[in-house]
Nanobody, 124 residues
Framework: QVQLVESGGGLVQAGGSLRLSCVVS????????LGWFRQAPGKEREFVSA???????YYADSVKGRFTISRDNAKNTVFLQMNSLKPEDTAVYYC??????????????????WGQGTQVTVSS
């Protein structure tokens, strides 16, 4: 069974930074595609960023240039560095794993396992 545990969320002022972490246990982490999604109250879960098993990265237009995704295969951890945060970045952030080798994408249904989420609140 694959389990994902996020951490690093919190309250930050606009313009500030946060670094989210997601530790993945179970299976072969180095072969997984990994993604970050977010969900604001009353809105659907939306794609933020993803990284393939080979390290190729993908970003939503709304975060490009501000957020950076990375992975540490030795620590079974994926990170999301968030800089220049805006109030509209406020949401619960979820990490997700795709265990089908080579698969990584922008859609919720491309991922097999999800973390419980971590709250990010950006004040103006």
């Amino acid at each position: 069974q694959v389990q994902l545990v996020e951490s690093g969320g919190g309250l930050v002022q606009a313009g500030g930074s946060l670094r989210l972490s997601c530790v993945v246990s179970g299976g072969t982490f180095s072969r997984y595609g990994l993604g970050w999604f977010r969900q604001a109250p009353g809105k659907e879960r939306e794609f933020v960023s993803a990284i393939s098993w080979s390290g190729r990265t993908y970003y939503a237009d709304s975060v490009k240039g501000r957020f950076t995704i990375s992975r540490d295969n030795a620590k079974n951890t994926v990170f999301l560095q968030m800089n220049s945060l805006k109030p509209e970045d406020t949401a619960v952030y979820y990490c997700a794993a795709s265990t089908s080798f080579g698969r990584v994408g922008r859609l919720v249904n491309e991922y097999d396992y999800w973390g419980q989420g971590t709250q990010v609140t950006v004040s103006s």
